[in-house]
Nanobody
Framework: QVQLVESGGGLVQAGGSLTLSCAAS????????MSWFRQAPGKEREFVSG????????YYADSARGRFTISRSDDKNTMYLRMDSLEPGDTAFYYC??????????????????WGQGTQVTVSS
């Protein structure tokens, strides 16, 4: 089991930037793929971006590609999401997720076994 703690959320104006962090702890964290999901009020949770256990492969939702950058620390224990050119539509609760994904679907929430409590991102127009 992996414990996940997100940080870095907040209020930002449209066009601004934020960097989210997800600190992971537990046994064999380095083997876990990690991803960011988000959920806006009244909407379903959706995939934003994911990174493989090695950090060598990244995935992005169409809404995030070109504006967001996912990365992972060298010790594999911390994941980051740099978000640029933020839009009001990015307003949501952002969750960190981890799972042992070898050939699975990163975009499917059922691929993940551990979730953080989330951090709020609010983008004002």
């Amino acid at each position: 089991q992996v414990q996940l703690v997100e940080s870095g959320g907040g209020l930002v104006q449209a066009g601004g930037s934020l960097t989210l962090s997800c600190a992971a702890s537990g046994r064999d964290v380095y083997l876990y793929a990690m991803s960011w999901f988000r959920q806006a009020p009244g909407k379903e949770r959706e995939f934003v971006s994911g990174i493989s256990w090695s950090g060598g492969t990244t995935y992005y939702a169409d809404s995030a590609r070109g504006r967001f950058t996912i990365s992972r620390s060298d010790d594999k224990n911390t994941m980051y999401l740099r978000m640029d050119s933020l839009e009001p539509g990015d307003t949501a609760f952002y969750y960190c997720a981890a799972g042992e994904i070898w050939y699975g679907d990163y975009t499917n929430s059922s691929s993940y076994t551990d979730w953080g409590q989330g951090t709020q991102v609010t983008v004002s127009s």
